[in-house]
Nanobody, 133 residues
Framework: QVQLVQSGGKLVGGGLVQAGGSLRLSCAVS????????LGWFRRAPGKEREFVAT????????VYSDSVKGRFTITTEYAKNTVYLQMNSLKPEDTAVYYC?????????????????????WGQGTQVTVSS
């Protein structure tokens, strides 16, 4: 069984992040052979469907970003800590959403379906990110 535990997404000391600010989300993965898995970040804004944000394989050899975050967000892995990060810079109010990390075994299907929530077998608990204008 694979477990994903999310953290981060808040400013030190609390408060809302303003437009143009930065946040980092973390997702610790436990349970299986981590190098066999690919990780993804998705988000769901109020009234909208879950949206693909970014994906990465454990050796960072394969990374893809959605057009809406490309150039602003960075997904990375830290193998020693079994953790995947999402560094979010130049945040915009439209980035406000609940963010989820997800894991799936690397397979031929993954490379064509990485943007689909149904491709992923395991999910984190979700983290609310709110960006004020």
């Amino acid at each position: 069984q694979v477990q994903l535990v999310q953290s981060g997404g808040k400013l030190v000391g609390g408060g809302l992040v303003q437009a143009g600010g930065s946040l980092r989300l973390s997702c610790a993965v436990s349970g299986r052979t981590f190098s066999s898995y690919a990780l993804g970040w998705f988000r769901r804004a109020p009234g909208k469907e879950r949206e693909f944000v970014a994906t990465v394989t454990w050796n960072d050899a394969f990374t893809v970003y959605s057009d809406s975050v490309k150039g602003r967000f960075t997904i990375t892995t830290e193998y020693a800590k079994n953790t995947v990060y999402l560094q979010m810079n130049s945040l915009k109010p439209e980035d406000t959403a609940v963010y989820y990390c997800a894991a799936t075994l690397v397979s031929p299907n993954y490379f064509t379906n990485y943007h689909k929530p149904g491709q992923y077998d395991y999910w984190g608990q979700g983290t609310q990110v709110t960006v004020s204008s």
